[in-house]
């Protein structure tokens, strides 16, 4: 495995995560509460919404990369407690040699696999768990279940939130499976992705979300909807039509898809 922190020409103080031939993350060393990618501003319209603004929060980041989201809440709600988990070694070694986090940031890095570390974790002790594990480009099936996501459920609070990155294209039948799981286990679930994605266009991110009570939905909303490059916010009716085939989680689910040929970054 190739792991690298490589600047981004014409940007100063911005570096990306590379492994092998994809670009993991892309980071402002200079601010963190710049969020570079367009799917971790998507969770951080998530982050922003819940509770008073500032306020500390307890998140478990399960897929660390280059700790873009993890750099965000600390600088955005400082004093928060955040435990990330990350199954290679070498990015963990790599991302704190390269790009330290800033002295004061209460992060705790696991090595270990998302699963198997969930599965050890205390019930009702997050009130945020973000799910963002590609193994190389795809996400790998054991991540992908009813089971998994019950786990989550298991470790969130009352009041606590999900939110899951993936990529796909096409008739979305990953995506659409892995949000029927979502549903199946979460009280509320949401989807967020761009137009062209949901039609077919092009291959890209599709952020879903799951809660135990009830998603902050128009706040998020209204964030997406007021972007540079605005996204929908499917909920209730909406995302039952986009459950389309799987009204119910399909077993087993389907394989996260390859990206296209030239399409090395999400």
């Known amino acids: 495995m190739d792991v690298r922190i490589e600047p981004l020409p014409g940007m100063p103080g911005h570096v990306v995560l590379a492994v092998d031939d994809t670009t993991q993350t892309?980071?402002?060393?200079?601010?963190?509460?710049?969020?570079?990618?367009?799917?971790?501003g998507h969770i951080a319209y998530l982050l922003d919404a819940i509770g008073t603004p500032g306020e500390p929060l307890r998140v478990l980041h399960l897929g660390?990369?280059?700790?873009?989201?993890?750099?965000?809440?600390?600088?955005?709600?400082?004093?928060?407690?955040?435990?990330a988990v990350e199954l290679s070694r070498e990015v963990i070694d790599v991302v704190r040699r390269d790009a330290p986090l800033a002295k004061g940031v209460r992060v705790k890095i696991r090595n270990g696999d998302a699963r198997e570390e969930l599965s050890?974790?205390?019930?009702?002790?997050?009130?945020?768990?973000?799910?963002?594990?590609?193994?190389?480009?795809?996400?790998?099936?054991?991540?992908?279940?009813?089971?998994?996501?019950?786990?989550?459920?298991?470790?969130?609070?009352?009041?606590?939130?999900l939110a899951v990155n993936v990529c796909d294209g096409g008739n979305l039948?990953?995506?659409?499976?892995?949000?029927?799981?979502?549903?199946?286990?979460?009280?509320?679930a949401a989807a967020l992705?761009?137009?062209?994605?949901?039609?077919?266009r092009r291959f890209g991110n599709v952020v879903l979300f799951g809660a135990k009570s009830q998603l902050p939905i128009d706040d998020i909303g209204r964030r997406a909807a007021g972007a540079s490059f605005p996204s929908r916010v499917l909920h209730g009716r909406d995302f039952a039509r986009f459950l389309g085939e799987f009204p119910r989680p399909p077993t087993p689910p389907p394989p996260s898809p390859t990206p296209p040929v030239g399409r090395l970054s999400w």
């Open 26 to 40: 892309t980071l402002d060393l200079n601010d963190p509460s710049h969020l570079v990618d367009e799917y971790t």
């Open 64 to 83: 660390a990369g280059g700790l873009a989201l993890a750099r965000y809440v600390a600088a955005t709600r400082p004093r928060s407690y955040q435990q």
């Open 120 to 161: 050890r974790a205390p019930d009702e002790c997050y009130r945020v768990i973000i799910a963002d594990l590609f193994h190389g480009p795809v996400v790998p099936p054991h991540v992908t279940t009813v089971e998994f996501l019950s786990e989550a459920a298991r470790v969130l609070t009352a009041n606590g939130h």
């Open 173 to 188: 039948r990953f995506a659409r499976g892995m949000a029927a799981a979502v549903g199946e286990v979460f009280t509320d």
């Open 193 to 200: 992705l761009e137009p062209g994605i949901q039609k077919g």
